[in-house]
């Protein structure tokens, strides 16, 4: 398979891998994404994983919470769902690196670009937790942060719907799917697919966005060699 984009960050949602038990992590589901990431890899693609916290924690669930201490504790859970993966990575022997935007030594090497991208060319998954190490930033933030540090060339959005909505399809049987959209139809229409800042350090650092169904595992090769199986977000095509 010809690749069109070597080098991605595969965002991932914690909700993905807690799968139907909606909290957790849910082995199987876990054992699936693994083995995707090795084909990925096996086929020459260099990936850069984030993973949200969302099946361990949610952000505040009180007024009397601070805000910061409600993004700190998702910080770990995202660090508890890095753990996981790298785990059943290491066991289908695929190589991984774990850095931390926080501090966690033994649990994780400190995130450090200049050694981030060494393992990324040498064929090592690397793995970043905690976020950006600040709170008022999600992971979805972290996602396009580190894709614009990383030189990646496309930012794999996994979710459990098979691209971008109009309105949830869920609860709409009428919902329109797009092919295609710009960085500013997100922004203009308030879609729900990434935060608003994620969307705008894509676009100010061009890097399209590639939507689509986790459930259907050669989507990810697929989008690689660039074919559309969601939806893809990018600038206005001239």
């Known amino acids: ?38 084909k990925m890899t096996d086929h ?6 984030v993973i949200g916290a969302g099946n361990f924690w949610r952000g505040r669930t009180s007024k009397k919470m601070e805000r910061t201490t409600a993004d700190y504790m ?3 859970g995202t660090v508890m769902n890095s753990l996981a993966m790298a785990d059943a990575l290491k066991f289908l022997g695929v190589k ?11 649990l994780a090497d400190d995130y450090n670009r200049e050694k981030a991208v060494t393992f990324l060319s040498e064929g090592t998954v690397v793995i970043f937790g905690a976020g950006t190490g600040s709170p008022f930033f999600s992971t979805d933030t972290t996602a396009a942060l580190r894709a614009a540090e990383m030189d990646a060339e496309l930012i794999l959005l996994a979710k459990r719907v098979d691209g971008v909505y109009d309105c949830d399809p869920a609860l709409n049987p009428n919902a329109k799917k797009y092919d ?16 608003f800042t994620a969307i705008t350090l894509c676009m100010d650092n061009h890097i399209p966005i590639a939507v689509f169904d ?25």
């Open 96 to 106: 991984n690196k774990l850095m931390s935007a926080i501090s966690m030594s033994p």
């Open 74 to 76: 998702g910080m770990m």
């Open 44 to 49: 020459g693609v260099e990936v850069g994983l």
């Open 180 to 195: 295609r959209l710009t960085y500013s139809d997100i922004l203009s229409q308030k879609l729900g697919v990434m935060d």
């Open 214 to 238: 986790l459930n259907v595992p050669e989507n990810i090769l697929k989008a690689c060699s660039g074919i559309n199986v969601g939806t893809i977000i990018e600038e206005v095509q001239i």
């Open 1 to 38: 398979m010809e690749l069109k984009y070597k080098r991605v960050i595969l965002k991932l949602s914690g909700e993905v891998l807690a799968g139907k038990k909606g909290t957790g992590i849910d082995d199987e589901v876990i054992s699936n994404v693994a083995q995707t990431i090795k």
